[in-house]
Structures are given as structure tokens and as C-alpha cells.
């Protein structure tokens, strides 16, 4: 099982000060099968972001799926790196 937290919003993201940290929002587990038919489960953490002025809610943006997955491409690329060196 690997544990990803999103990690903070960069200097870019926040370049206006706008938005604090609420903590977390409950994981959420991602069962898959990458490579050779082993299991791997994911549990994933997203940040809960609030804009001081409005005190509505803000997400980043996961939208950007990789083709045949549920991640983007660069996250699935990161995980795929990670089992390979691990089978080594």
C-alpha cells in the first residue's frame, strides 16, 4: 500500500495569499493491478483548501486523465516508475 498526500499549493497557486489549509479530506483507495497482476492499493489524501474572502471551498484541478486510467499521465507515470524500481 502506498499513502499519497497532495502536497501544498505551490508559490504560483497561492501567489495572492487567497487560500488556507482545512486539513485533509478522508482518503480515498485506489485498487489496481500495474504490473504482472499484483495488487496495489493507493490510498490517496486531497487537501481541503478555503479562500479567506469568499470562504468558499477550492480544489486543484484532476481532470486531466491518462488514457485507459483514472490518473493523469504524469501520476501515472510516477507510480509506473515507482513498481519497476521496486521489482528490481
Known amino acids: 500500500m502506498l499513502h499519497l498526500d497532495e502536497k ?18 478522508p482518503s480515498t483507495d ?11 492499493i493507493l490510498r490517496v489524501r486531497r487537501r481541503r483548501w478555503q ?4 470562504g468558499n471551498p477550492y480544489m486543484r484541478d484532476w481532470s486531466v486523465i491518462a488514457g485507459g486510467t483514472h490518473l493523469t ?14 521489482n528490481q
Open 73 to 86: 499521465a504524469e501520476f501515472a507515470a510516477f507510480f509506473k516508475r515507482i513498481i519497476l524500481i521496486q
Open 30 to 40: 485506489i485498487h489496481d493491478f500495474p504490473l504482472r497482476g499484483k495488487s496495489l
Open 8 to 25: 501544498v499549493l505551490s508559490s504560483q497557486e497561492n501567489k495572492d495569499n487567497l487560500f488556507i489549509s482545512k486539513g485533509f479530506y
Open 51 to 54: 479562500n479567506k474572502l469568499s
